[in-house]
Nanobody, 127 residues
Framework: QVQLVESGGGLVQAGGSLRLSCAAS????????MGWFRQAPGKEREFVAA???????????DYARSVKGRFTISRDNAKNTVYLQMNSLKPEDTAVYYC?????????????????WGQGTQVTVSS
């Protein structure tokens, strides 16, 4: 059974940093796209970032325009874990952050194209 468990959320002041982790279990995810989405109160869930691995040290990452240059996604295939390093956080980054896996496919910003989801971790950025 596939499980995704996020951690690392919390409360941080504007300008601060947080690192989210998502540990996946139940199968090997090295050929899957792994991504992060977020949902702010009263808003729809939106794409944040996603990453694929093509072998060796070759990765491809895609980011939402709103986080590009501030957030960095990475993955450790040996640990079946994906990370989201969030720097220069803004109050508008406040949301529940969800980890997702797209089975044997490349990155996508479309929520419906992801097959597995975590339960989410809350990130709150105070002004």
């Amino acid at each position: 059974q596939v499980q995704l468990v996020e951690s690392g959320g919390g409360l941080v002041q504007a300008g601060g940093s947080l690192r989210l982790s998502c540990a996946a279990s139940g199968r090997t995810f090295s050929r899957d796209a792994m991504g992060w989405f977020r949902q702010a109160p009263g808003k729809e869930r939106e794409f944040v970032a996603a990453i694929t691995w093509s072998g060796g040290s070759t990765y491809f990452a895609d980011y939402a325009r709103s986080v590009k240059g501030r957030f960095t996604i990475s993955r450790d295939n040996a640990k079946n874990t994906v990370y989201l390093q969030m720097n220069s956080l803004k109050p508008e980054d406040t949301a529940v952050y969800y980890c997702a896996v797209r089975y044997s496919q490349g990155v996508s910003p479309i929520e419906a194209e992801y097959d597995y989801w975590g339960q989410g971790t809350q990130v709150t950025v105070s002004s």
